[in-house]
């Protein structure tokens, strides 16, 4: 056995590879000692891993990208050898911003342009009637939240700087928020949309599936000077990471999964409610209604774990677009270099496949290619970046 | 701001009491206009009200990464930096955030005068941790004591033992278990109920 590991996360389902990973003992048998310690905030996170109090983390994609690049924080590269989740989140809306959409809206509700159009005419027409503008809650200036929100409403021309509010709120006080009034809409991961739905306060609008169809999410992030210091530990990591994320994926295994994750010390919250997550199976209106999604949330299948290099420069791209750093060549070599599928490959002694990884399926733009993020960001309209 | 003007502190923490020993600590220490902040709903207008130049918040509270987004889009006030952003003095920093507490200055603050102030801040949070330590512990003393009296009784009732028996009863089934002999007498406690 080596030494324990330290890792930390916020408890939400996309942590559930690492927990299940932990307390159904596959990193035991990978001769790993791991204390999972559960965290309040990203930045609390960010910092302990950066400083050394954690060996690895449960960390939103974009941090992990903004921490290698300096941005917003101290300059620490990190390195990403598994994928802890692909999509997993949704858009929910107050019941009087989903009646405002609904009555704006002209085709396919699940369609995001379709909403985003509609959501176009109903910040219309609260500025002309001079209500407050809408208010949107998102988890972190690094998140994939804050970027597929603005991905979904810049489409219809929804300036998200300047239409609208964005705002950071704890993923644990999303559903207050939204109850009192504070926020109109949200979006985050499971199991929050879920709550605020059964607590008759929220709609589903959107899967973030249904606006890109192949996201990146969360990873296992480590100081890439760690992993280079410990290749060993970080190969038996990834193995157990792989086993636990197989468990979670085979149905049979789901109902004991979701009561590993619903534990106090873990996710704590109802079994059943992860579960749903887990199956793509969710509650969208508070009426009942259910809809189901072959891609809410992957932990495991499709190759969900193995890092795919194009969602860091993706991500990039999005950090370009909405000004919180400039293009550059080096730039998007540093992100691209965080995700490690040499890492995830050598872990499980295989060759990379040879079929490419899933594309993200934008539903607005053209498609993505991390050699030209310029062409790709001039073909947007909306967007606060410098040429 | 000038250099002798007494910067102006903001306390973000939901916990009245370490609140209060903070500012007692930096007060004590000359520093003048400090501004406690409990409520998290609306926590970014309230700093843009007072605008400070340090910011000190409690490492379990979630806001922490709301206080991150002013580094984002920061018109309405100074830009705030993270402490984390000056690695110059890692120790301390390592100190901070094992004690559980996270600052953020203005930038232009002049770097000397941050780390009495932090450096007060890690000792008082510490000093808070074990007052809180002990007052844990001397509440779980009490109640094993009740707990073990309860039992106690129901052995010495069920069983026909004395009250000195009963517990040595308690306690060599603790040692054998190597359980708290609290964690015996709950059980049995628990039992019992059941039993009923």
Redesign the interface.
């Known amino acids: 056995m080596t030494a324990p590991l330290r890792i930390g996360f916020i408890p939400l389902v996309d942590a559930a590879a690492l927990i299940v990973a932990v307390d159904k003992g596959f990193a035991a048998a990978e001769g790993l000692e791991v204390e999972l310690v559960r965290e ?5 996170v960010r ?2 891993l ?2 050394g ?1 954690f060996d690895a983390a449960h960390l939103l994609a974009p941090v992990a990208i903004a921490s290698s690049l300096g941005l ?3 300059k620490v590269p990190i390195a990403a050898p598994f994928n802890l989740g692909i999509n997993g989140n949704a858009i929910t809306v107050s019941p009087a911003l989903h009646a405002a959409l609904m009555e704006e809206t002209d085709g396919d509700r699940f369609d995001p342009l379709v909403t985003a159009k509609a959501l176009a005419r109903v910040v219309a027409k609260r500025r002309k009637a001079g209500a407050d503008p809408l208010t949107f809650g998102m ?3 690094f998140s994939t939240h804050n970027y597929q929100l603005r991905f979904w409403m810049a489409a219809a021309g929804v300036d998200p ?1 300047e239409d609208v509010r964005l ?7 999303m559903v207050d ?1 939204l109850a ?1 009034g ?1 926020v109109d809409a949200f979006c985050v991961g499971a199991p929050w949309n879920s709550i605020a739905v059964d607590l008759g306060i929220g709609h589903i609008l959107h899967f973030v599936s249904d606006i890109l169809a192949h996201a990146a999410e969360k990873v296992l992030a480590l100081r890439q000077v760690w992993a280079d210091k410990n290749p060993d530990v970080v190969a038996s990591l990834v193995r157990a990471a792989v086993k636990a994320a197989e468990f979670i994926e085979d149905p049979e295994n789901r109902t004991e999964a979701a009561r590993i994750l619903a534990q106090p010390d873990r996710i704590g919250v109802d079994a059943e409610v992860i579960q749903r997550t887990l199956t793509g199976r969710l509650k969208i209106s508070p009426d009942g209604i259910f809809r189901e999604s072959g891609s809410y949330l992957l932990v495991g299948r499709e190759e969900a774990g193995r890092p795919d290099p194009v969602q860091a420069a993706w991500l990039y791209a999005q950090m370009v677009r909405w000004g ?1 750093t400039t293009l550059t060549p080096d730039g998007v070599k540093t992100a691209m270099a965080v995700f490690r599928p040499d890492l995830y490959d050598g872990a499980l002694g295989r060759r990379p496949p040879t079929q490419a990884p899933a594309a993200f399926g934008a539903f607005a733009g053209p498609a993505f290619d991390p050699a030209n993020i310029r062409g790709h960001l001039e073909a947007f309209e909306v967007g606060r970046w410098k040429a | 701001m000038s250099a002798e003007q007494s910067p102006k502190i903001v306390i973000v923490d939901e916990s009245p009491i370490r609140a209060a020993i903070l500012e007692e600590g930096l007060r004590e220490a000359g520093f003048t206009q400090i501004v406690h902040i409990s409520e ?2 609306s926590l ?1 207008a309230r700093i843009y009200a007072v605008d400070p130049d340090i910011i000190l918040i409690d ?11 002013m ?3 920061s018109r309405a006030v100074r830009r705030p930096i ?1 402490m ?2 000056d ?1 110059s003095d ?1 120790s301390s ?2 100190a901070s ?2 004690a559980g507490v ?1 600052a953020y200055i203005v930038d232009g603050l002049r770097k000397e005068r941050i780390k009495p102030i932090l450096d007060l801040c890690v000792s008082r949070f510490n000093a808070f941790a074990k007052l809180q330590e002990e007052l844990e512990r001397t509440k779980s003393q009490l109640e094993d004591r009740k707990v073990i009296e309860k039992a106690k009784g129901i052995l010495m009732k069920v069983k026909g033992l004395t009250e000195d028996e009963a517990y040595v009863l308690l306690r060599s089934t603790a040692m054998r278990e190597k359980k708290k002999i609290g964690e015996i007498a709950q059980s049995i406690i628990t039992a019992s109920e059941m039993l009923k």
Do not use: C
């Open positions: 309040v905030s990203w930045s609390n910092d302990k950066n400083i109090l917003g924080h101290v988890t972190f200036p700087d705002v950071v709120l704890p993923p644990p006080y928020s009192n504070h919180q | 998290m709903q970014l490492l379990e509270n979630p806001s922490r990464d709301v206080l991150e987004a580094f984002q889009v993270a984390f952003v690695q890692s920093i390592q955030v094992e996270s």
